[in-house]
């Protein structure tokens, strides 16, 4: 399977690995169950790779037959980065994403590129913090997704784990991939010209290029059509 997609394990083919130096060094940046037995390098990056691409392949195929939809052919340019990228990912939610992003992609949904960009980008945290963000968009006393209201930053945050840094760092970068949006009833400019620091009054919310992402990413393929036309 992997010979015949181009990319996998292309990684460790250009990364020398075969010094003592090079083997101790990597040692220490890699999880114990890994160095105990003895898999570094390129060996062990190829095997993981191949692993993962596998499961996103299973879980891909799975959806699309639990939906009783047809797997077509996806076109290379979607392919390719799609199986570079998720053969990358450790976290089993983020797998799941990739697998609905997939399937969404084999059963003829239009999937952009930037899609896969963008899945490729964000960390697990960031991913569950989206969703939380979602859900509260969807909740009676807030707008409908898409539209210019917002929720508190303070009552998103409440529905996470994050410590207030990381929490103020992933909704820059949200903000900065186009994902989120921030309303300033004024903008206050510091001599630096940066904006105003967050407050818990702060609203924010999804980009219609969110709204579409989530639904392609976060649902298997039927779901997330079911969802398009409740909207």
């Not at 990597?26 to 003895?38: A, D, R």
């Not at 340019?77 to 969404?104: F, G, Q, T």
């Not at 949200?174 to 009054?201: A, C, N, Q, W, Y």
């Not at 649902?219 to 909207?231: E, F, K, M, S």
């Amino acid at each position: 399977m992997a010979s015949d997609i181009s990319g996998i394990g292309k990684v460790a083919e250009s990364v020398e690995l075969g010094t003592r130096e090079v083997r101790e060094l990597l040692s220490l940046f890699l999880k114990p169950s890994i160095t105990q037995l003895g898999l570094f390098g390129g060996d062990w990056l190829k095997s993981q790779r191949e692993t993962q691409l596998a499961k996103t392949l299973a879980k891909a195929k799975a959806k699309l037959n639990a939906g009783e939809l047809t797997i077509n052919p996806v076109p290379l340019k979607l392919l390719k980065p799609i199986v570079e990228d998720c053969s990358l990912e450790e976290d089993e939610d983020m797998i799941e994403r990739w697998a609905n992003l997939l399937a969404a992609a084999a059963c003829g949904d239009p999937v952009l590129p930037t899609y896969v960009r963008l899945l490729a980008e964000l960390t697990p945290n960031e991913a569950r913090l989206l969703d939380a963000l979602q859900l509260l968009q969807q909740e009676p006393a807030n707008p409908r997704p898409g539209q210019f209201g917002g929720v508190p930053l303070g009552k998103v945050r409440a529905k996470t784990d994050l410590n207030p840094v990381e929490f103020r760092r992933i909704i820059i970068n949200l903000i900065h991939l186009g994902l989120v949006f921030r309303i300033l009833g004024t903008m206050t400019l510091l001599p630096s010209t940066i904006p105003k620091p967050f407050t818990d009054e702060d609203p924010i919310g999804t980009t219609l290029a969110a709204n579409d992402f989530f639904a392609v990413c976060s649902r298997p393929p039927a779901a997330a059509q079911n969802l398009g036309d409740a909207q």
